[in-house]
T-cell receptor, first 113, second 113 residues
Framework: DQQVKQNSPSLSVQEGRISILNCDYT??????FLWYKKYPAEGPTFLIS?????DKNEDGRFTVFLNKSAKHLSLHIVPSQPGDSAVYFC????????????FGTGTRLTIIP | DVKVTQSSRYLVKRTGEKVFLECVQD?????MFWYRQDPGLGLRLIYF???????EKGDIPEGYSVSREKKERFSLILESASTNQTSMYLC????????????FGQGTRLTVV
């Protein structure tokens, strides 16, 4: 049972344009959501997060939007840069239950120069 | 800076061998995790630990065990390695407070031949 889903395995975006990565979840107990970036042969690195009490969080070029009624979150990267080419994972946790993170299957983002 | 260190970047083992993957974190985090990453499947949780000597099964614990004798160290054990355990193994740690990210090690690419 995949509780966190990323339905697009890959995405290609022109350099300088906006990249939008999507994530859906099924467990309504989730109350904290994160995005991680992963390069090949390295561990994931944390990008940005959002608590369920908010609907938007911004950090430089990265913005995460949360739509609780639709159980959907998205990551916007603008402008996209070649160094953004990586696999992006969304993750969710229920921070008043236990501390584990449940991850999606990932989206490979390729930025075209 | 938080540091999560995995003992090996690359490992090649034979079928049937007992394999130990070690992970150490230096930030006094209560929670530690072992995930494996496979193409198209994302990061799947094998085991986690929320305290010394405490452990809980994740989503795919079969064929694995863990040990946490000290707070900073979390070991993953493959009792009898099989080829379907060829994967990227990722260790993470996370503090025991809400709305915080998990920190990952650099990963161990294990090949079982």
């Amino acid at each position: 049972d995949q509780q966190v889903k990323q339905n697009s395995p890959s995405l290609s975006v022109q350099e300088g344009r906006i990249s939008i990565l999507n994530c859906d979840y099924t467990n309504s107990m989730f109350d904290y959501f994160l995005w991680y970036k992963k390069y090949p042969a390295e561990g994931p690195t944390f990008l940005i997060s959002i608590s369920s009490i908010k609907d938007k969080n911004e950090d430089g070029r990265f913005t995460v939007f949360l739509n609780k009624s639709a159980k959907h979150l998205s990551l916007h990267i603008v402008p996209s840069q070649p160094g953004d080419s990586a696999v992006y994972f969304c993750a969710a946790s229920w921070d008043h239950g236990n501390e584990k993170l449940t991850f999606g299957t990932g989206t490979r983002l390729t930025i075209i120069p | 800076d938080v540091k999560v260190t995995q003992s090996s970047r690359y490992l090649v083992k034979r079928t049937g061998e007992k394999v130990f993957l070690e992970c150490v974190q230096d930030m006094d985090h209560e929670n530690m995790f072992w995930y494996r990453q496979d193409p198209g499947l994302g990061l799947r949780l094998i085991y986690f630990s929320y305290d010394v000597k405490m452990k809980e099964k994740g989503d795919i614990p079969e064929g694995y065990s863990v040990s946490r004798e000290k707070k900073e160290r979390f070991s993953l054990i493959l009792e009898s390695a099989s080829t379907n355990q060829t994967s990227m193994y990722l260790c993470a740690s996370r503090p025991d407070r809400p709305n915080t990210e998990a920190f990952f090690g650099q990963g161990t690419r294990l090949t079982v031949v």
